[in-house]
Structures are given as structure tokens and as C-alpha cells.
């Protein structure tokens, strides 16, 4: 079982709409969770981190953590063409210092 | 806002060259991360670095090396190069808050190609 898992997608939704991007991960002990968004040809960069059960809101975007499930979620409200990319989701665990990422979501949102 | 600067955009290197790819970040972090990314595999941990002189094996360090003379400066060293080491290489930073790493900055990413 991979340790950080993604729908590799595409994940097309039209534009205006809500897109929702899930991660599931396997260690129980994770304690720090992030989405990233990397455009083709770039680095990733940070959208939202979240570190605690429940929902945290950031404009259009909202991050959504369950613990006892071991899933995060990526909410994008409102979908813009500018959003299309690659989500990548990242969770710190093994000693509170190495984080791993999943493999990405393609996200394209249609105009 | 944090800096995190790779030496090279693009590099091309032949089969058995030593390469060293240079990271250095503006923002004091302790922790400096070596991934490289690969189409369908996603972002793999080569090494890692808490401290000066500190290094931890991430999940895929073998035919890699990392110094961390600086605190500000993190090298990945590619002892012989070999074209399956042909991938886009990113550095990363991040600090500590209450011994829990907070979120990593990447650099703009080191193409490498391997002939």
C-alpha cells in the first residue's frame, strides 16, 4: 500500500463549479497535512496546510481532515480555467520530519 | 517571502560524470529536502537534512550523496551519473515549529538529462 494515495485523474469540471480532490494516507500517526498546486513545467507550491480535524477555509479553497478515516480533501469552490493543474497531496510522517507526497490529481477545468 | 534557489534550470551530463546539483535557501530553515519527480511516480524523497551535517536516506538514495557543510546550503551529489538518473530534481526547505516540521518551499527545479 502506497503511503500517500491520489486519483491520478483528470479530474475535468466545468468552470464555476466546486472541485473536490481526495488523499488517503496510511500512517495513523501523521500529524501534518498540505496540498500543493504545480503547474506543467513548474515547482510545486503551497496552497493550504492543515493540521487538525475538521475544515479550514482559504478563499476558494477549502481543506478537509479526518484523522480517524485517514483521508484529507481539497475543496475548490467557484473553479477557474487558472486552476488547472496538478494537486499534490503531502503528509509529514517517520519522525516529524520527512513528508511524502502522493502522486497528484490532474485537475482541468473546462471554460 | 522564502527563496529557495537551485544552481541550474537545465542541465545535461554524461553517462559516469560526478554531478553535483547546489540548493541554497534565504530563510534560515533547518530542514532541506532532495526530491526528484518523474512522470507517474510522483515526488520521491532521495535524502534529507535536519542539521549541519545531518542527513537522513529518503525512500531512493541509492547512486546518490548529499553534503550539508552551511546551514543554508544543500548539495545532491550524483557520484557516476546514469541516464536512469534522467529526471527534474527539486530542493526543498521548511522549519520546525514545536519539534513538527512545518510546510516545505521548492526551488524552480534542476532538469537533469543523462547521456
Known amino acids: 500500500q502506497k503511503e500517500v494515495e491520489q486519483n491520478s485523474g483528470p479530474l475535468s469540471v466545468p468552470e464555476g463549479a466546486i472541485a473536490s480532490l481526495n488523499c488517503t494516507y496510511s500512517?495513523?500517526?501523521?500529524?501534518?497535512f498540505f496540498w500543493y498546486r504545480q503547474y506543467s513545467g513548474k515547482s510545486p507550491e503551497l496552497i493550504m496546510s492543515?493540521?487538525?480535524?475538521g475544515d479550514k477555509e482559504d478563499g476558494r479553497f477549502t481543506a478537509q481532515l479526518n484523522k480517524a478515516s485517514q483521508y484529507v480533501s481539497l475543496l475548490i469552490r467557484d473553479s477557474q480555467p487558472s486552476d488547472s493543474a496538478t494537486y499534490l497531496c503531502?503528509?509529514?510522517?517517520?519522525?516529524?520530519?520527512?513528508?511524502?507526497f502522493g502522486t497528484g490529481t490532474k485537475l482541468q477545468v473546462i471554460p | 517571502d522564502v527563496k529557495v534557489t537551485q544552481s541550474s534550470r537545465y542541465l545535461v551530463k554524461r553517462t559516469g560524470e560526478k554531478v553535483f546539483l547546489e540548493c541554497v535557501q534565504d530563510?534560515?530553515?533547518?530542514?532541506m529536502f532532495w526530491y526528484r519527480q518523474d512522470p507517474g511516480l510522483g515526488l520521491r524523497l532521495i535524502y534529507f537534512?535536519?542539521?549541519?551535517?545531518?542527513?537522513e536516506k529518503g525512500d531512493i538514495p541509492e547512486g546518490y550523496s548529499v553534503s550539508r557543510e552551511k546551514k543554508e546550503r544543500f548539495s545532491l551529489i550524483l557520484e557516476s551519473a546514469s541516464t536512469n538518473q534522467t529526471s527534474m530534481y527539486l530542493c526543498?526547505?521548511?522549519?520546525?515549529?514545536?519539534?513538527?516540521?512545518?510546510?516545505?518551499?521548492f526551488g524552480q527545479g534542476t532538469r537533469l538529462t543523462v547521456v
Open positions: 526543498a526547505s521548511s522549519s520546525m515549529s514545536h519539534r513538527v516540521t512545518t510546510e516545505a518551499f
Open positions: 500512517d495513523r500517526v501523521s500529524q501534518s
Open positions: 492543515i493540521y487538525s480535524n
Open positions: 503531502a503528509v509529514l510522517s517517520g519522525g516529524y520530519q520527512k513528508v511524502t
Open positions: 530563510m534560515d530553515h533547518e530542514n
Open positions: 537534512s535536519y542539521d549541519v551535517k545531518m542527513k
